[in-house]
C-alpha cells in the first residue's frame, strides 16, 4: 500500500476564510440544530446538505423514548432532498457541542452519505462547533475509507 492511500486530508480552517456560500451552509447547519427534538440526551446536532444544483436541505437530530427509532441530522437531512428528488450532493455541514470537539457523523450517518458520494467528486464534510471560529473539512471518503458497496457482479 503507499503512503498516499492512507494519507489524513483533514484540514482545520477559519470560518471567515470559507466562501460566503460555504460559510451560509455552516449557519443553515447551526439554526438547524436549534430545531433538535433531543428530550432524552440534550444533545443537539443539525446539518446542512447542498446538491449539485445549488439547493440546501437542513435536517436536525430527533431522539425517540425507544433509543434506536432515533435518526441523526445527517440522515434527515439527506431523506429530505431525496424525498425532493435530490440524490446529488456536493457537501454537507455539520453542527453540534461537545466539550470542544467536532462532532462527526456516527457510523450509520457515514454509510448513508457513502451511498450518496461520488468518488471522483468527493462529497466536501464540514465540521462546525457553533462556539468556535475554525471549521473542520474532510470528506466522506476521509470519514469512510472502506465504504460498503453491493456488488451485483
Same mark, same amino acid.
Given at each position: 500500500?503507499?503512503?498516499?492511500?492512507?494519507?489524513?486530508?483533514?484540514?482545520?480552517?477559519? *470560518? @471567515?476564510?470559507?466562501? &460566503?456560500?460555504?460559510? *451560509? *451552509?455552516? %449557519? $443553515?447547519?447551526?439554526?438547524?440544530?436549534?430545531?433538535?427534538? #433531543?428530550?432524552?440526551?440534550?444533545?443537539? #446536532?443539525?446539518?446542512?446538505?447542498?446538491?449539485?444544483?445549488?439547493?440546501?436541505?437542513?435536517?436536525? @437530530?430527533?431522539? @425517540?423514548?425507544?433509543?434506536?427509532?432515533?435518526?441523526? /441530522?445527517?440522515?434527515?437531512?439527506?431523506?429530505? /432532498? #431525496?424525498?425532493?428528488?435530490?440524490?446529488?450532493?456536493?457537501?454537507? /455541514?455539520?453542527?453540534?457541542?461537545?466539550?470542544?470537539?467536532?462532532?462527526?457523523?456516527?457510523?450509520?450517518?457515514?454509510? =448513508?452519505? %457513502?451511498?450518496?458520494? &461520488?468518488?471522483? @467528486?468527493? $462529497?466536501?464534510?464540514?465540521?462546525?462547533?457553533?462556539?468556535?471560529?475554525? =471549521?473542520? $473539512?474532510? %470528506? #466522506?471518503?476521509?470519514?469512510?475509507?472502506?465504504?460498503?458497496?453491493?456488488?451485483?457482479?
Amino acid at each position: 500500500m503507499d503512503s498516499t492511500s492512507t494519507e489524513n486530508t483533514n484540514q482545520l480552517k477559519p *470560518l @471567515n476564510e470559507l466562501s &460566503n456560500e460555504d460559510q *451560509l *451552509l455552516i %449557519s $443553515m447547519c447551526t439554526l438547524a440544530r436549534e430545531k433538535a427534538y #433531543v428530550p432524552y440526551s440534550n444533545f443537539k #446536532v443539525g446539518a446542512a446538505l447542498r446538491c449539485d444544483d445549488g439547493s440546501v436541505f437542513s435536517g436536525c @437530530n430527533v431522539e @425517540n423514548a425507544s433509543y434506536g427509532l432515533a435518526i441523526c /441530522a445527517e440522515r434527515t437531512a439527506i431523506v429530505k /432532498a #431525496v424525498s425532493e428528488g435530490k440524490t446529488k450532493f456536493t457537501t454537507i /455541514a455539520i453542527s453540534g457541542l461537545n466539550n470542544d470537539q467536532f462532532v462527526p457523523p456516527c457510523g450509520a450517518c457515514r454509510q =448513508v452519505l %457513502s451511498e450518496f458520494n &461520488n468518488p471522483s @467528486n468527493d $462529497m466536501i464534510v464540514y465540521l462546525y462547533q457553533p462556539e468556535g471560529s475554525n =471549521v473542520l $473539512m474532510t %470528506s #466522506v471518503s476521509e470519514l469512510l475509507p472502506l465504504d460498503f458497496k453491493f456488488n451485483t457482479i
